[in-house]
């Protein structure tokens, strides 16, 4: 059983492969990862959400086939990055929360590649939209974290905030939080966190990040 059900994994497959006859995609969908101790509805239980592979697509190999993707993804969040001198800001932050990354969960909000292994522009991901938005959807309502923490910024916000109120997350004002950081609330007591993405933050956003997720997951 797959976070993606099949009708929009196939969905995936067939837009990416017209994304690729068009010329601008790589070969492939991306699936996100889960790890082996991560517990779908667990009161500690963190989805991270970026914005798409960018520069790591060729090194994660996407597959139309989702238990490869999926696989491949699952190798690169607990090995492969690892060994990658740059040491992304993204994996920088998931750190903090389980530096083995064995209970976390990963993901990212478009699931079809630039073949230029660059993150997609706005027409690129309005033409892959649908199933894109569809498979997000799914990926929360079947690993139900407790906190979903959305590092895609102001870039990806309309398609981040159209996801979680078509799940019913509705916005938490009273979570006191710098203006970095918008709340959303489910009323399973599931929450969901959007702010910037960690390339050039400074140490005290890092620090912010954490003790926000903390102290929701304390609700």
Not at 89 to 100: H, I, N, Q
Not at 119 to 130: F, I, L, N, S, Y
Request: charged residues 25%.
């Amino acid at each position: 059983m797959f976070p993606i059900g099949r009708k929009t994994w196939a969905r995936l497959v067939t837009d990416g492969a017209a994304a690729v006859e068009e010329g601008w995609a790589a070969d492939g969908v991306f699936s996100g990862a889960v790890g082996p101790d991560y517990r779908c509805g667990d009161p500690s239980s963190i989805l991270f959400i970026g914005k798409s592979l960018g520069p790591a697509g060729p090194h994660v190999r996407i597959n139309y086939h989702q238990a490869t993707s999926t696989a491949n993804s699952l190798s690169w969040m607990l090995e492969r990055e690892r060994r990658h001198p740059g040491h992304r800001a993204f994996w920088k932050l998931v750190d903090r929360f389980d530096r083995s990354r064995r209970s976390l969960a990963w993901t990212n909000v478009c699931k079809i590649e630039p073949s230029s292994a660059e993150t997609p522009g706005k027409w690129q991901r309005r033409e892959v939209a649908g199933p894109c938005r569809a498979a997000l959807a799914e990926e929360l309502a079947y690993l139900k974290p407790r906190i979903a923490l959305f590092v895609t910024g102001h870039s990806f916000e309309d398609e981040v905030v159209a996801v979680l109120s078509g799940l019913s997350y509705s916005p938490a004002p009273k979570v006191r939080t710098s203006e970095e950081f918008q709340c959303f609330r489910h009323s399973a007591g599931r929450y969901a966190v959007l702010t910037r993405h960690p390339t050039f933050a400074a140490a005290e956003w890092f620090e912010e990040a954490v003790d926000i997720c903390r102290r929701l997951k304390a609700r």
